[in-house]
């Protein structure tokens, strides 16, 4: 198994960039995690993986992946979870069963809502939210990166447990 210390510096090396980036929540930073560089290498995603469902809350029934960079890290932990998979778009897709949430049914059951990177935290509380709104219990989510932006804080406030691979800190 690989030391959290070199999964850290593996991930920092495929995927830090430095320049000036805006971020999803408005913001703007100097240094940006470019996550598809580290879930389009299969190996370095497995062993993301691998380590973050020891972070799965316990009695946990559903992951839930966020569109777009949720889902591949949602599949590769469902692998070492063995637990069902929802995927969950961003809105509801206006044609076929014009869903917000597809795979596994998430009414009644205790959910995980899995992303890649958090900094404010903003689309995990509207996911939750939507969720929510389909029966799911959510208290907490997950992430490979936590920017350390205040995301956990907004998660908290809405009454969810961030857990986090990997910080900011981890990757400098």
């Not at 958090?118 to 929510?132: A, D, F, H, W």
């Amino acid at each position: 198994m690989t030391s959290s210390e070199d999964l850290a510096r593996r991930v920092r090396d495929v995927s830090r960039l430095t320049g000036e980036f805006v971020l999803r929540s408005g913001r703007t930073a100097t240094e940006y995690f470019d996550k598809y560089q580290f879930e389009a290498d299969p190996e370095l995603l497995d062993q993301l993986a691998e380590r973050m469902a020891v972070l799965i809350p316990e009695g946990t029934e559903v992951l839930a992946g966020l569109e777009m960079g949720g889902i591949a890290v949602v599949t590769a932990l469902a692998r070492h979870a063995k637990l069902p998979t929802a995927f969950v778009r961003k809105q509801a897709k206006q044609y076929g069963t014009s869903r917000l949430s597809e795979g596994a049914e998430v009414a009644g059951r205790r959910v995980l809502v899995v992303e890649d990177v958090v900094t404010s935290g903003g689309q995990v509380v509207i996911s939750t939210g939507e969720l929510r709104k389909l029966g799911a219990h959510v208290d907490h989510a997950l992430c490979v990166i936590d920017r350390q932006e205040g995301g956990a804080a907004a998660l908290a406030a809405d009454g969810i447990t961030l857990r986090a691979l990997l910080t900011r800190e981890d990757l400098s």
